[in-house]
C-alpha cells in the first residue's frame, strides 16, 4: 500500500504539472499561489488511499484527485473573499495580494481546471465522477451559503449546524473517498461505506476544528486561539450552550455577545467560564468522538482484506487526534 | 427541422424545471432571476439546430444545451460585478440586488449546475462533452482576463484585439455548435466544421456589437449608443483608429481619451469625426463581414444536406442584420 507521504508527493507533482495559459499570467498566477502555500492535500491523498484500497495501480486517479484539491482551493478563495480573510495558512490571501475582481476570475478558472481534472477519470467511470463531482460542489455552495445566512440567524440549532459543516466541508471529504472507490473498480456498496466514512470523518474534524479554536495551543495548532469567540462565530460550542444555558447563564451569554462588549480577553474568559459550567468541550468532543466512530464503522465493513485499510485508518486518526 | 422558437420554448421549459435546494433558498433566487430576466437563449438553441442538423429526435441534446445557457449566465453576474455594471438586459444585476458577496457564491454554484447539464450527454459523447466544456470555460474565463488587462494597456493591437474577443465571446458559440453536433453523432470534420463557424459567428458579432453601441439606433438596439466611448472602452473601433491615426489625429484622439475632457456629448461627435475620417466604421463592417462569410463557407462544407441548415443560417442572419 502506498503511505500518506508518497501520495502527497504524487499529488504535488501532478499539481506542479498542471498546464497554465501563457497566454494570461495574470489569471494563473493566483491559481499557483494558492496551490503551492501549503495544505496537507487531505481530500487528493483520501481519494489515492481509497483506489489503492481495491487496486495497486492508482495512476488513472492522480488527475481526478488533483481535480478535488484544485476544488478545494477555489473555494477558499472565493470564501476568503466573502469573509474579508486576509490571511490564509499563514500566507496573505489572493484578494488581498491580488484585489477581490482577480479573485473573483482566477478561482472561476480553477473551477474548470478542476472539472477538467475530473474529466481525466477512465471513460467506464467518468460519469458517475462527473455527477459525483458536481453534485458535492453545487453541496459545498450550499454550505457556504447555510454558513452565510448563519452570521444574520438569532438561533441557530445543533441540527441545522451539523448540516452546514455537513455541506461545507465533510460532503468533499466524503467525495473524495467515494471517487477513489469509483475509479478503483469497487462495488456500489463499498463505494456508499467509502462516503461514509469520509463523510462522518468531516464532521468529525470540523467539530474538532471548533474545539482547537478555542481550547487548542496556538503553536501546535498554528493558528490564533479564540477567534471565533471574538468574532461570535456560531461554533459548534457556541450554538450548543446557546441552547443549553437557561436563565441568567444565557442573559449573561447574550450579553457577552451584544455591541457592548469591548475588551476581547476578558470576553474570551467569560464565555469560556460558562462553556465550562455547561460542560460545552466535553460535549463537543464527545460528539466528535461520535462521529469518527460511526466513520470507522463504515470503514470496517468495507470489504477488502483489513490490513489494506492500515494507511487509511492511520492518516484519519492522526487527522482527528492533532493536538491530543 | 425545428424552428429557433420551437427550440427557445424547449429550452426555456427545461430551464425552468432545473432543480433548486430548498435548503438554500438565497443560494438559488439570484439564479433563477438571471435566468429568466431574458437573453435571446441564443447559445442552446444553435446547440439543438447543430444536433438537428444530424438527427431528427434531440432530446439528448437539452440538458447540455442548457448547461451552456447556464454557464453563460454565470459569466454574466461574476463579469458585472467586476465591471461595476447596475443593470444587464434592462434589469438591476445581481450583485446591485443581492450584493457581491451573494453574486460571487450564486455565481459559483452556476458553475456546478452547468457542469451537472453538460453531465446529461449521452455516454458515448460524455468524454469529449466534458472536455469541450472545461476547456471552453477556461477559455472564456481568459478572455475575460485579456479584457481587464486592455484597460490596464496604453496600446492594444488589432490581433490582440481580436483574439480577446475570440476567448471571450467566440468560443462558446463554437462550443455550442460543436455540442450539439458531438450528441448528433457528427463526424470529427462535421464537429469542427460547426465549431469554425460558430468562431467566426462569434467573432463577427462582436465587432458588429461594437459598431452597434457607436452608430446603433438606440430604440432598435435597445441600449444606449456611446457608452463605449465615453468609458474609453478598446472597442474594435478604438483599437483600429489608434492603429490608423497619425501626427496631429492621433493626438487630437488620444486628448479626447485624456481625463481632462469633461462633456461627453462633445466627446462623443469629436470621436465620432475621427472614426469617420479614418472611415472606422467601414473597416470594422467589412471585417465582421469577412468573418461572416467565412463562417458560412464552414457551414456550407458541412456535409448534411443544403435544406438542413436553413434554420441555422437565417439565425445567424438574424443574429448579424439585427439593425442592418
Redesign the interface.
Known sequence: MFTSDYLRELTDKAISSLPG?P??E??FAPVRYIMSIGGKRLRPVMCLMSCNLFRDKIDEAVMPAVGIEVFHNFTLI?DD??DRAEMRRGSVTVHSKWG??QA??S???M???A??CI?HAP?KS??KA??L???T??EV??G???D??FEKKGVVSEEEYL?MIELKTAVLVAASLKLGAIIGDASEKDQDLLYEFGRCLGIAFQIQDDVLDTYGDTKMFGKKTGSDIAANKKTYLLVKALELAGGEKLSRLRGLLGPDNHDPEKKFREVLAIYDELEIRLKAENLAYEYFNKGFQALDNVSVKPERKNELKQLAVNLIGRVK
Request: aromatic share 6%; net charge negative; with cysteine.
Open positions: 495559459t497566454e494570461a495574470k489569471l472565493h473573499i466573502i477581490a475582481d473573483i476570475l478561482g472561476d478558472v473551477a474548470f481546471v472539472g477538467e474529466g471513460e467518468l460519469a462527473i455527477k463531482f458536481n453534485k460542489a453545487i455552495c450550499t457556504q451559503q447555510l452565510l445566512d448540516r
